[in-house]
């Protein structure tokens, strides 16, 4: 059984960081990223990885911010922020695929797998 479990969310201040992790089990994967989900709005990429490899994509409006990196001991999947803002309130989720080909890493449904969700609030 496939299991994508986030955790670090919380409420931080503006200006403060918060690092998420995403633990995967049940199988191997091609590739990992995360999205995140305002209310209202549309599921939006946030950051990719390429767990052979080991390359490193991000959205560009949220590169030098935000940092997708891996621990490959523990298939782990972590995503710092720092300089958070209010408009980066918003629900994250992790997400993971096996495709041999894909478009783009910034497409949803290039991820097979997805994670349950941790909430980050964002406050002035």
């Known amino acids: 059984q496939v299991q994508l479990v986030e955790s670090g969310g919380g409420l931080v201040q503006a200006g403060g960081s918060l690092r998420l992790s995403c633990a995967a089990s049940g199988r191997t994967f091609s590739y990992m990223g995360w999205f995140r989900q305002a209310p209202g709005k549309e599921r939006e990429y946030v950051a990719a990885i390429n767990w052979n490899s080991g390359n490193t994509y991000h959205a560009a409006s949220m590169k030098g911010r935000f940092t997708i990196s891996k621990d490959g001991a523990k298939y782990t999947v972590y995503l710092q922020m720092n300089s958070l803002k209010p408009e980066d309130t918003a629900i994250y989720y992790c997400?993971?695929?096996?495709?041999?080909?894909?478009?783009?890493?910034?497409?949803?449904?290039?991820?097979?797998?997805w994670g349950q969700g941790t909430q980050v609030t964002v406050s002035p």
């Open positions: 997400a993971a695929g096996r495709k041999l080909s894909i478009v783009s890493y910034a497409e949803p449904r290039e991820f097979e797998y």
